[in-house]
Structure formats: C-alpha cells, structure tokens
DNA sequence: GGCGGAATTTGCGCGCCGACAAGGAAGGAG
DNA sequence: CTCCTTCCTTGTCGGCGCGCAAATTCCGCC
C-alpha cells in the first residue's frame, strides 16, 4: 500500500477536526484514482462501490433524465467529496462524474465507510455539513429556475463559476477550465443559442471576454446588476 | 418539565437506532410545539435558536427572493425534522414553515444538539441520511424544471403529493390538507391560471376531482403517462 | 499545411405559457 | 340571510426563448 501524504487530505472541510493519527487511518483505507481528462469517476446508474475526494483538477456532475436529456449537476472543486451515495442509502450513483481537466482523487471503498464515521464521528458531523450546504445551493437554484429569466440565471452561473473557479488575467477574472455554451446552459435550464446569443452581448458591452470553451469576467460588478434586476 | 412519551418518536426515521434510554435522553431537551393553521414554527430570515420533529399535522416551507416572489420548498410530513438550519451551519433560517392544517412538532434548542450528537453518534447519521434524501428530492425537482413542460410538472407534482399524502377515498386518493392553485404553481414554477387551466382540462378528461383547496386523483397511471409523456 | 470535426454564431418563425382583466363560486362571520 | 373575503375560472394578448437550419471559426491531428 502507497504512503498518501496527510497534508494532501488535512485541508478539505470533510476531514476537519481529525487528528493526525485520524488522518492516517483514514487515509489507509483510500486509494489514488488518476482520471484523465474526459474519464469518468462513475456512471449514472451504476452501483455505488466508492466514494471520493478531489484531489487536483475539476469534475462535471451531470445526471440524465428518462429522455436523455441532460443537466450539469454542478463542478466538483478540489477537496470537495464527491459520489457519496452511501450517505444517503442509494445504491446506484444518481449522476455521472467526469473529469474536466486532467484530475487526481482519492478513493474509499464503501465498506470502510460503516467503520470510518463509526471510529471518527465528527466525519459525519462534516459530511452533513457539506450535504447541507449542497441542500442550500439546490434550494437556491430551485428558486433562480422558478423567479428569473435566462439572462440572470446565465449571469449567476458564471459569477459563481469566477467566484468558485477564477483566476486574476490580463483581463479579468478567468474561469480555469474548459466550460462550452453547452455546459452554461446546462447548468441554466437554457439552450446553447441563448447562451450564446446571451454572452455575445455581454461581450458586446464589454462585460465579459468570451472564448471557445473559455470565458473571462471583465465586469463582476456589470454581472451582479444583469443577475439582480427585477424581472 | 412534562414526560414526553417515548412511543411518540420511536418510529421517526431521524431517531432509527436509538434505545429506550437515548430516546428519554433526547427527548429530555424536547418541548412540545403547538401550530395553529397558518402560525408559522420560523420565518425565513429569523435567527435559528430551535429545530423541530413534526409529530402531526402539516407544514409548507417557502422561501422568498429578493423580489419576494415565493416558491414552496417542500410539505414537511409527520415524523420529519426540520428547521435543521444548525446542521448546515446556518445562523438565520432559509426559509418559512407554516402549519398548513393544525400541527403538533417537538422543538428543541440548538444548545442542545452538539451534545445530543456527541452522545449519540447515530442521530449525525441519521439527519445526514435525511438531507441526503432531501438533496436528491432537490436535484431530481432542477431538472424537471429544466427538462419537463409545466403541463408534466404539475402531474408530476401532484402525484408526489398523492404518494406523501393520499388518503383513500369514494372517487380515488385524495390529498389531505388543504391544496390551493397559487400552492401548485409555487410547487411547479408556474402560475395559479396554468394550474387552474390544467386542472380543468384534466377533470374533463376524469384524471381528477379537483375542488376548493382540495384535490382527489381519480386515474394515477394516467397522470402518470402524463408526466411520462417526452417532449 | 491541409483536413475534419467540434464548437460557436446568427437568422427566422412559432409555440408555450405568463400577465392582466373581469367575472363567478364557495365559505365564513355577523 | 347577507356581506365580504378568498379562491377559482376563463378569455385574450403578447413576448421570451426554444428549435431548426446553415454558415463560420477554431483547434487538433495527420
């Protein structure tokens, strides 16, 4: 069995609290998971036989409906957990975790899980947190989907993506991984023409630099405005 | 302080795996909770000093946009937690729940919990499982609403309600508090007029009996074919 | 350097469903 | 019984944004 450094797991909010003799337990049950860039974690449907962090990189979540339609769950940024079915007693994945840019997680078998939180409890205290905060951000997005129009949904994902995923440019505030029309409106119940026509006006205005696959936030506080108008 | 009797919560799912002397050790913090119809257990926006058990009744969690536009959250069924704003590390509370029938809940302080969870480890489990449910219900609802007409939506919605709520009567299963067009609308990102509309529509056709602030499903697998239905 | 495929742009038309308006029905209070 | 409030119905109109088609640009790859 590799030796897995402790500093690389002793920063992510779900194993706050442990010690270092914690660390170490836990991090001899997990194992590496390279995922180049395209590989996914896991498949909608398939029984759930792991659970992850995120080491490096970035994932899209997305799940499919009956018809195949599909939307972006959301992005999974390092020392997020991800695939955590057994929390919640699913025995398949509910959505399917691909990586966006070349990415490095850790990997537990289910079976470690019942004896983790059992010898460490505040992992699920940290767990329900963060499922918490997840619970949040769906609500929120409920609530986006049911009051605002394209356009301020459009603006919201990407001030979110910058805020969650931007690096300072030349320009502004860049979205570090490769993100397509396709991908925004995914995450917006919208189509990859509205988005398109959406961010060429942005553009236009000076609000934003848009890329294939890139985008750059000129004008944060321009957004902000476009996401909260009434309307 | 009045004894609680135990019986009255060995069954919720957030107490699952509790002895005798664990549930009177909760249930020592616990205060009973009248809610009259309409009086709300917290609003939205209100610090959050209490989470609650319902014990009977039902309640409507809303929540409200900077605009005040308002969408139903979810109906918060007997033996169901809420108002767990502590476990996801919220100070305020994210939304309004108000009894939608008169209801009866247990309350207890936020004081409390550190110490109920440090001693019994179980309940962590437990309320992570309940949100986990509760993201699931949250993340399958976005994309509905991102991929269903309304038409489907609303189907969809009701037959849920159905499901949760159903009570076996002469003309089919009917939902038993009180349902108004404006509460579907909020449940499905729509308006009371297209609910109103639809219902109509599915009278004519004998899928339901629709009524003042009531509703009975006279035909599921036909509303069922309707939420199926591609396009 | 040329080729092929994927991502993006843009024009055009139409359909769902939201918004307003007005009227009707049901139920509670006095 | 009557009033008044709340809830519901139904008609009409219009706009947002989806959907298709087709052209264009960009990038990787041979």
Redesign the interface.
């Known amino acids: 069995m590799p030796q897995i450094d402790r500093s690389l797991i002793a920063d992510a909010p779900a194993f706050a609290g442990l010690d270092a003799a914690a660390l170490d337990d836990v991090l001899s049950h997990a194992l590496p998971c390279r995922l180049p860039k395209g590989e996914a974690a896991f498949r909608q449907g398939e029984p759930a036989e792991k659970f992850f962090l995120l080491l490096h990189g970035r994932l899209r979540v997305t ?1 499919l ?3 195949g ?1 599909q ?1 972006l ?1 959301r992005f999974v940024n390092p020392d997020d957990l991800f695939g ?1 079915a057994m ?4 025995p398949v994945y ?2 399917t975790a691909e990586a966006a840019v070349d990415s490095l997680a850790l990997a537990w078998p289910n079976s470690a899980w019942a004896g983790m ?2 010898r460490h ?1 505040t992992l ?2 940290n ?3 963060a ?6 951000d ?2 929120q ?8 129009k394209v356009e301020q949904r459009i603006a919201g994902a990407v001030l979110r993506l910058a805020r969650q995923a931007g690096r300072p440019s030349e320009a502004g505030v860049k979205i570090d991984f490769p993100l397509s029309r396709q991908d925004l409106a ?1 995450m917006t ?1 919208s189509t990859l023409y509205t988005v398109s026509r959406t961010l060429s006006a942005w553009e236009a205005f000076g609000l934003v630099e848009a890329g294939r696959q890139s985008l750059t936030v000129r004008d944060a506080p321009g957004l902000q405005a476009i996401a ?1 108008a ?1 309307g």
Do not use: F, H, K, Y
């Open positions: 799940r409906n009956a018809q339609q939307i769950v955590v929390a919640i007693q699913s509910p959505g939180i059992a409890p699920a205290v767990t329900m947190r499922l918490g905060a997840r619970l949040q769906s609500q997005r409920i609530l986006d989907l049911s009051t605002q995914e119940a909260d009434e």
